[in-house]
């Protein structure tokens, strides 16, 4: 599984809006404590030139991103993507449409308060903790009104904006650049703005060409109004709508052990290459081969007659016409090497893959790791289109799961038609089939709600592992709401249709969180 998420640890909204009243400007109120966060233009409603506006600060736990990478839990800089991601809050206020809303790393500590009222803007700090539209905390007044950010043009990769079209959509927005400056300590982590950009917020125009009291000068600001558009904050009783920032990252392993093909003039290039996995385990933790570390590795394929026999015979010719093909370190206790083999006008029974360290002159094997063994198939074309319809079974499902608990699930697909002849001997272990484009989402069954969807756009980030064994995937508790049932739905996908097709079948689970 390639996806983690951290919801934000502090958040505030801070406003130069007239109350009701419009008497006073409500500058000193303090929103931290309320369940949503609001983001607004106002123009000309106390005179024919006035400003209103308000904007949004919200702050993330870093330190548990970069903690998390440390444990290998998160992968390396350039392997993942973070995403800011804001949940609408329905209103019954009016929705502006055809808003732009930008994300701006902020300059300065702030404080995020317990202020509620984003009516009346009555919670007024008053020398207590909380940032407002003109201090970010009880000690410390914003340098310009409205807060800091980090805006000059070598800052430009670090900010990050979205267009709403209706106004009701969720802020999703890539600040990957930001998180990895936070974590490597170029910039401190004080978090993020998120405002109407310039040409929507409120005209105004000051005659010193400078902020004035709480005004901020915008002679290229809108003169019609934005307002109002509402995000649930981290306080909100909705567990799915906080505030966070989710990492994904394609982390799929594809061992082509179970399904590996003769090269043929059928396949494109590419596919005419298998992926072969070692994994190496000392008293149960993956482990680098000492010899080898996080260097190369080499790998020879051998011809054999069945399974638990010894591989016989001399180097098979590989596809490239060498007899040795050289792999290389993954992560931790994991090596992998890519290799083709021609042959599939006499195809063999078995072929067995033999992992060492190198070779002597003589050509012989130094150091042998591993033996293991696979049976080869061969690419067949077809008169006509396929339409596969498959069964499935999730082989480990459990009824519930801790909140706390990371579960790897095996997915069981064979098609469902499938009718072998046996005669004399049955096998233990069912015959499965490989998908190799397969992609999972995660519903609560209460509702329906779209507790983790399917994440096949850029970063494939809930798309299934395979091996020798089948699909597989792994899968984070900790994203789903204890107390409540689940479940997994899955999509394949079709080539001839060039769609994902989600299958008939739904796993149902609980996920619990235990006080003891």
């Not at 329905?90 to 502006?96: D, E, I, M, N, Y």
């Not at 649930?232 to 982390?251: D, L």
């Amino acid at each position: 599984m390639g996806l983690k998420k951290y919801v934000a640890d502090a958040d505030t909204t801070i406003v130069n809006a007239f109350p009701p009243n419009l008497q006073t400007r409500a500058t000193g109120a303090n929103a931290g404590a309320a369940d949503v966060m609001e983001v607004y233009s106002i123009y000309a409603r106390e005179n024919t030139g006035s400003q209103e506006l308000s904007r949004v600060l919200v702050k993330f736990p870093i330190s548990s991103i970069s903690t998390d990478r440390t444990n290998g839990v998160v992968p390396a800089s350039g392997s993942v993507s973070f995403y800011l991601k804001l949940y609408n809050a329905q209103t019954s206020k009016t929705v502006p449409r055809d808003l732009k809303l930008v994300v701006l790393p902020v300059s300065q500590s702030w404080q995020e308060g317990v202020g509620l009222d984003l009516e009346n803007y009555e919670d007024k700090t008053k020398g207590n903790t909380g940032a407002n539209w003109m201090s970010a905390s009880n000690t410390a007044a914003w340098t310009s009104v409205g807060g800091d950010y980090l805006i000059s043009s070598s800052f430009s990769a670090l900010t990050a904006s979205q267009t709403f079209s209706t106004g009701l959509e969720h802020l999703e927005v890539d600040i990957t650049p930001l998180v990895e400056k936070w974590m490597s300590g170029d910039i401190n982590n004080y978090g993020v703005g998120v405002h109407l950009t310039a040409s929507q917020e409120a005209y105004y125009s000051s005659s010193t060409g400078e902020n004035t009291g709480s005004i901020i000068d915008n002679v290229d600001g809108a003169t019609k109004s934005y307002y109002t558009k509402r995000f649930f904050a981290r306080g909100s009783q909705f567990f799915f709508s906080r505030p966070a920032i989710e990492a994904r990252w394609n982390s799929t392993t594809k061992d082509d052990r179970g399904d590996f093909t003769y090269s043929s003039s059928l396949a494109p290039p590419s596919e005419n290459l298998n992926t072969l996995y070692l994994y190496n385990y000392v008293r149960g933790q993956l482990t680098n081969i000492p010899v080898v570390g996080t260097g190369k590795i080499y790998v020879s394929l051998y011809s054999g007659s069945a399974a638990g026999t010894a591989p016989s015979g001399s180097r098979l010719k590989l596809y490239d016409g060498t007899q040795v093909a050289t792999g290389g370190y993954v992560s931790t206790g994991i090596y992998s090497c890519s290799v083709g083999i021609t042959g599939a006008n006499t195809p063999l029974k078995r072929i067995y893959d033999v992992w060492f360290s190198g070779s002597t002159a003589a050509g012989a094997d130094v150091t042998q790791f591993y033996t293991s063994s696979f049976e080869p198939t061969v690419i067949n074309a077809s008169p006509i289109v396929t339409n596969p319809v498959y069964y499935l079974n999730i082989t480990n499902l459990k009824n519930k799961y801790r909140s706390n608990e990371t579960t790897r699930f095996n997915l069981y697909v064979r098609h469902k038609n499938w009718n072998p002849t046996i005669f004399t001997v049955a096998e233990a272990t069912a015959e499965t089939t490989t998908i190799h484009s397969a992609s999972y989402r995660v519903y609560r069954l209460l509702d329906g709600l779209e507790a983790v969807p399917y994440g096949t756009g850029s970063d494939l980030h809930t798309l299934l592992e395979y091996d020798m064994s089948g699909n597989y995937f792994d899968f984070d508790m900790d994203l789903l709401e204890p107390g409540y049932a689940y479940g997994f739905k899955f999509s394949f996908y079709n080539s001839a249709l060039r769609s994902w097709l989600e299958q008939p079948y739904a796993f149902k689970f609980r996920v619990e969180d235990y006080e003891y």
